[in-house]
């Protein structure tokens, strides 16, 4: 009865095998199709971030406009021949750097005056690298002005920014120059005479892109090979890769 018992389980377990083998490569079948999937992805990533990192580097080019919202134009006056007058900026530079916006020139004659009021807004145009359609790209800087500026004084005509940083196509611009002695950082003061506006101009950093890139490259690399080795193996020798 014993041995016919043992031969009964030795018989159940070679008929069992087949049918095992067959569910286990059923279900290997999805999974060899979703590594595929997932390293056909891996592959077209990282081409991807080794490819972009050299344009990140590439030369920032802009011009700008500024308009008083009392105007509608480039100038503000004030009474009699006083006046700030707005001049566009522009620049040819790469990235980080500081870039050249504008500047405002004051003229407050003996007698006038301006008296800060409306708003001003500061718009960056930029042709390099494409920002969008129609190869350009444009944000803007919004500010509202406040306080005045007297002739042969100390006083100043501010404009308060609501935004001090802008991305145009994965350039940031970030206002510099602000704040200063009993003003807030988001406050450019416009004195009696010639004050420039800049800003600094940065990129994602190239060097970081391009080691993400070659590394998920190398890591799928190891893990096919790795793959590759991988068996099942059953009792009896049999194996399933």
């Known amino acids: 009865m014993e041995v016919e018992g043992c031969i009964t389980g030795t018989r159940a377990v070679l008929e069992a095998k087949p049918v095992a083998r067959t569910l286990i490569r059923r279900r290997l ?3 060899r199709h979703f590594r ?6 891996v592959l077209l990533l990282g081409g991807l971030l080794t490819t972009v990192a050299p344009v990140l580097a590439s030369t920032v080019t802009y011009t700008t406009t ?14 009699g021949a006083s006046s700030v007058v707005f001049s566009p900026g522009s620049a040819n530079v790469t990235a980080p ?25 500061l718009t960056i145009n930029q042709t390099s690298p494409n920002a ?25 005509l501010v ?9 145009i196509g994965g350039v940031t611009y970030t206002l510099e120059g602000l704040g200063g ?13 010639v004050t420039t506006i800049q800003a600094d101009e940065t990129t994602p950093e190239p060097t970081f892109y391009s080691v993400l890139g070659v590394g998920l490259i190398a890591i799928l690399v190891l893990k096919r090979k790795q793959g590759k080795s991988t068996s099942i193996i059953f009792n009896g020798g049999d194996q399933i890769q």
């Open 66 to 79: 500024g308009v008083f919202s009392a105007s509608g134009g480039a100038t503000y006056n004030g009474t």
């Open 159 to 167: 404009i308060t920014f609501a935004n001090t940083s802008v991305n």
């Open 181 to 193: 002695a009993g003003f807030a950082s988001n406050q450019l003061v416009i004195g009696n005479g």
């Open 97 to 121: 750097s500081a870039g050249n916006l504008g500047m405002f020139t004051s003229t407050v004659p003996t007698g006038t005056s301006i008296t800060g009021s409306g708003n001003f807004t």
């Open 36 to 41: 595929s999937t997932a390293v056909t992805s």
């Open 29 to 31: 079948r999805p999974m």
């Open 132 to 156: 969008g359609s129609n190869n350009f790209g444009s944000d803007t800087f919004s500010g509202k002005l406040s306080k005045s500026i007297l002739p042969f004084t100390t006083g100043d």
